[in-house]
Every structure is written in structure tokens, then in C-alpha cells.
């Protein structure tokens, strides 16, 4: 879910928002005396600013539209909305991070589930050739038997820091939308469950469609003239569904996360727990072939074995598990 589902969700809204923020057109400005285009220009690059305190209220009435209404400079609290023309740049530098844990993983691991699997995962293989390999396979096992643990640390790492990075990630959002991503999902949810007349909509608050622009400029006189413009964002429309899709999508992958890494503590110090997990993997074994491997190793080389399971076919991996057995009891393989 990190590096395939996230990294692909995140790269799809990226290329989405490019696509909308430098082919189409994200931003329209109404002002008088100022070429549109100038205007546009102007409040795309120095930001748009709404009102907090005129949010509420009947649009058309008390306001324009919700946050955009007169107010006297230094009384009233403006908000500006600097962040639209980074979010694609943004949601790419995230992908990119929630790959990073994965290509460290490969780097470290340097596929070496891949050398000793050696095309035992085809259920049809030379006899001559399937004894063979396994017999390289159980040789190298049991000779480098309590020397995985360091390979198998360097894996629950990448794990942990797939936790950190999500926890990072979602702190860093907070931070990128002016502290209102921790509880943007869960006010939307609520703004549904309101009264219409007690709503304070937070897509309005956090992405608003429409904004307030001031433009300064040089009168015939030399004197300072101020133009109160009136912008449209159509980008904050997409802008504010991937956010909501993004806080759920980022709290259940905190949660799955968290669940995984406490099972992998559980893993990690509980013996019998590694005991249960390779007599499912190995189905086909003899459960006290599996027991006597189990008591001989250690977190790593069950890892490696457990691995191993995943990648080689059953029939093959069953034989393996038989072999291996009778090897570390110091049987001859028949």
C-alpha cells in the first residue's frame, strides 16, 4: 500500500492538478481599470486572501460568497492562500518519499530471495536440476544458519519508517495547508451532519473557490491606487476532493501501518508466534520438521525461510522444509 497504491494515488493527483493548473485555466480575476490577464498574473503568483470571520451567513446578503466581503484593514483577520500553485509539486514530493523506504529495501536486500530461489518457483522443474538446487539451497542454509538477523533488522526498519513516514507525511500537509489538514476529513464529516443554517463549510474555509485580490498601482498623480479584485479558483474544486480523499486514505494507512509494526513487535519477540507462521506457510510439511527448524533459528533465518516460502512453490518448498530438517539434525538427506 506504500510504495504501489500510495505512489500511484499520489503521482494520478499530480498529473491531475498539472494538468488543470498550466493547461487550463486556474485562475480568473474581476477587477476595473486592470487587463484581466495582468490580474490574473498578479494574484496567481503574490496569493488570493479571504475573511474567516465572514464565512457564515447568507451568500448574496451578508457576503459574496463565504469569506469574501468588505473589511477594514487591521480590524479584521485576512487569510491568504499561498499553497495552490505548489500542490502539484507538492503531492510528486510525496510520492516520492513513500518509495524511498522500498528502494532501500531493495538496495539493502540485493536479491538474494531471488538468488536462492534459483527457479524453484515453477511447479514443473528437472528432477535433476530441482535436486540440485535444493541441495545448494539447504547447504547454504544451514551453513550460514544465525547470520540473517542484520538482513532481517534492515527489513523491519524499511517497516518502520514506512510508519514514520506516513505519521511525517501527515504533519507535513498540516503544515503545508496552515494547520488544517489534521482535522479537515473529520470537519467535513461533520459539516454534512449540520444544520444548514449552523454550517461553516471547511472546503470553503481550507480551498475556496472564490477570493479576494488587491492590486496597488500608480495614478496619473504619482499617488498609490488600490483595485479590490474578485477571483474565481476552479483548481481549489479538485484541489479540495483530493484532500478529503488524502485524510482518509492517510488515517486508515496510519492505522494498518501501526497494526502491522505491533505485529511484527509481537513477531519479532514472541517465538512461538514465528512457529505458527511458518507451519502456515509450509502447509505441507511435517509440522514437527517444522517445530525442530523453528527452535534452531533465530529472527533472521526464520525470516529468510518464511520469505523463501513465499516465492517457492509448495511441493518444492515442502521438500526443502524436509531436507533442511534432517540437516540440522545431522542426518544424511536420503
Not at 17 to 39: A, F, H, K, W
Request: proline residues 4%; contains cysteine; hydrophobic residues 45%.
Amino acid at each position: 500500500m506504500h510504495y504501489k497504491g500510495t505512489v500511484i494515488i499520489l503521482i494520478a493527483f499530480s498529473l491531475l492538478v498539472t494538468s488543470r493548473q498550466y493547461i487550463g485555466d486556474p485562475i480568473d480575476c474581476i477587477v476595473d481599470e486592470i487587463p484581466l490577464n495582468v490580474m490574473d498574473t498578479y494574484c496567481w503568483i503574490y496569493s488570493t486572501f479571504t475573511i474567516p470571520n465572514r464565512l457564515t451567513g447568507v451568500a448574496g446578503k451578508d457576503m459574496v460568497q463565504p469569506g469574501v466581503a468588505s473589511h477594514v484593514d487591521g480590524e479584521d483577520e485576512v487569510k491568504y492562500h499561498k499553497y495552490y500553485q505548489w500542490v502539484c509539486f507538492v503531492l510528486f514530493f510525496q510520492a516520492i518519499l513513500f518509495y524511498i523506504p522500498r528502494y532501500l529495501w531493495k538496495t539493502w536486500e540485493g536479491g538474494r530471495i531471488k538468488m536462492l530461489v534459483m527457479d524453484l518457483n515453477a511447479p514443473i522443474v528437472n528432477t535433476e536440476c530441482k535436486d540440485d538446487r535444493k541441495k545448494i539451497l539447504v547447504d547454504y542454509f544451514a551453513e550460514n544458519i544465525h547470520r540473517h538477523n542484520f538482513y532481517a533488522y534492515r527489513f523491519f526498519i524499511c517497516e518502520f519508517l514506512n510508519l514514520a513516514n506516513v505519521f511525517g507525511q501527515i504533519f507535513f500537509m498540516d503544515f503545508f495547508l496552515d494547520g488544517e489538514f489534521s482535522t479537515y476529513g473529520s470537519d467535513v464529516v461533520r459539516f454534512t451532519e449540520m444544520e444548514p443554517e449552523e454550517r461553516r463549510d471547511p472546503m470553503a474555509r481550507v480551498f475556496p473557490k472564490v477570493t479576494k485580490c488587491t492590486f496597488h498601482k500608480y495614478g496619473p498623480s504619482g499617488s498609490v491606487q488600490k483595485f479590490d479584485g474578485l477571483c474565481v479558483l476552479p483548481l481549489n474544486i479538485v484541489n479540495e476532493k483530493i484532500y478529503v480523499f488524502l485524510w482518509f486514505w492517510f488515517i486508515g494507512l496510519t492505522i494498518l501501518t501501526a497494526l502491522s509494526i505491533a505485529f511484527r513487535v509481537a513477531v519479532i519477540f514472541v517465538p512461538k508466534i514465528r512457529l505458527y507462521l511458518l507451519r502456515a506457510r509450509s502447509k505441507l510439511s511435517v509440522h514437527q520438521d517444522v517445530e525442530n527448524i523453528s527452535k534452531r533459528c533465530q529472527i533472521g533465518d526464520w525470516f529468510v525461510l518464511y520469505q523463501l516460502g513465499k516465492n517457492i512453490d509448495p511441493l518444492i518448498y515442502k521438500e526443502v522444509i524436509s531436507d533442511l530438517a534432517l540437516k540440522l539434525d545431522g542426518k544424511e538427506i536420503v
